[in-house]
């Protein structure tokens, strides 16, 4: 788990947080990303699993992409993704990224994401 929370937490070194990574993740579990970042999974079954993420203000993940797709829904706050900061999804509002599509999110107030990552149809 070491190894996934600091490619989390990092801008440096493997981007890729797979599949298989996030499913050894213990559910019902906190994990500190850094100091203003932690994460629960809340959902975990075979083919969708869901993170529950609770960030302070200027809260950040380091860059990031995954083998499956991200459907992140903002609970409270907001959520930048750093690639395209000229777009702020509020309340309410879900960002999309796709398989292999680098994504760096940031918040700028105190924020609670949920993030639901499905595996596609290509993953056995």
């Known amino acids: 788990i070491d190894g996934i929370l600091n490619s989390l937490a990092l801008d440096e070194g493997e981007t890729e947080i797979s599949w298989t990574q996030m499913k050894s993740i213990a559910k019902g579990v906190r994990f500190d990303v850094s100091e203003d970042v932690y994460f629960i999974k809340v959902h ?59 994504h760096k999110p940031i918040c700028s107030i105190q924020s609670i994401w949920k993030a639901t990552k499905t595996k596609v149809k290509w993953q056995t």
Do not use: R
């Open 44 to 102: 975990d079954a075979e083919d969708k699993m869901v993170f529950k993420i609770y960030l302070s203000p200027g809260g950040e993940f380091g860059k990031q992409d995954h083998d499956c797709l991200e459907e992140t829904t903002i609970i409270k706050g907001n959520l930048i993704d750093d690639f395209h900061p000229e777009v702020v999804y509020g309340v309410g509002e879900t960002v999309t990224w796709q398989p292999g599509e680098l």
